[in-house]
């Protein structure tokens, strides 16, 4: 008989995985109102037709493509910069638009056996269905068993933060970056929790750890915006020509580094 050697952590990994198999079954069977929502009958066969799939998560690399900032000062918007799109306006901050926070998966196609894709899809669901306490939940199981899943912390956080709950969004984004200390995610994320709150000192912090890493190009003007803010205005300059120092043909640049010098200069 062969000995199975199993150290503690695939134990509770496995463990892990068995209670998240079973809520997701639990959560996935569908009720009569979804299957109604889900098939429709199929044209003169009188036979159902399911419906188109759905869009999904990438397992592979960022698990939501990044549509980059919602609103922020170099984009004009009116709402805060953020990496999940737009939200429907059933939901505290989001305009009218009747997308999920899942919305810009594409391209991948699960096996059935993905426990955690099925949950994410699940999240998605109890989203436009207005329960957000249920997609919540489904959130912070997924990142017990996968930590390393970043857009569920942000996805997550934001949730919280929309039912008033801000220092446990905060707690929530701190307790990801902790994880995932080597990424530019949370370290965003949690500059941006403290932009929208008018604090760009603390913003900053954050987003200098963000630009250690391997990040999109909008991580970096949202740090030059907040030296700005800050009020050190030779360090949003430094950045704004290092930017254009990359890509001369950068508009953002240009507009940002002429206010940022008309400042220095003792302009308006």
């Not at 889900?38 to 690399?61: I, Q, Y």
């Not at 991948?108 to 426990?115: L, M, T």
């Amino acid at each position: 008989m062969t000995a199975i050697n199993l150290s503690r952590a695939s134990v509770q990994r496995a463990v892990l995985k068995a209670v998240c198999v079973g809520i997701m079954l639990t959560l996935t069977r569908p009720s009569s109102a979804e299957q109604a929502k889900e098939r429709k009958p199929g044209p003169g066969s009188g036979k159902p037709v399911a419906a188109p799939a759905e869009t999904k998560r990438n397992p592979s690399g960022p698990r939501m493509p990044r549509p980059g900032p919602r609103g922020g000062p170099f984009r004009g918007g009116p709402g805060m910069p953020g990496m999940r799109p737009p939200m429907p306006g059933g939901n505290p901050g989001g305009p009218n638009t009747g997308e999920g926070p899942h919305e810009a998966t594409t391209g991948y196609e699960p096996s059935g056996d993905d426990v955690v894709d099925l949950l994410w899809r699940k999240t998605d669901y109890y989203f436009h269905e207005g329960d957000y306490e249920n997609a919540i939940r489904l959130h912070r199981l997924i990142v017990e068993y996968e930590p390393d899943f970043t857009d569920a912390y942000a996805v997550c956080a934001w949730l919280i933060e929309s039912q008033g709950q801000d220092k446990e969004a905060l707690a929530f984004l701190k307790q990801g970056l902790k994880a995932n200390p080597e990424v530019y995610d949370l370290y965003f994320e949690i500059g941006n929790y403290y932009f929208k709150r008018k604090d760009p000192k603390k913003a900053r912090e954050y987003w200098e750890q963000a630009v250690k890493y391997e990040h999109p190009f909008y991580v970096t003007r949202m740090l030059a915006h907040a030296c700005e803010k800050s009020g050190d205005l030779e360090a949003s300059r430094k950045i704004w020509k290092q930017m254009l120092s990359q890509d001369p043909n950068d508009g953002v640049a240009v507009l940002n580094l002429k206010r940022v010098e008309s400042k220095l200069s003792g302009g308006k």
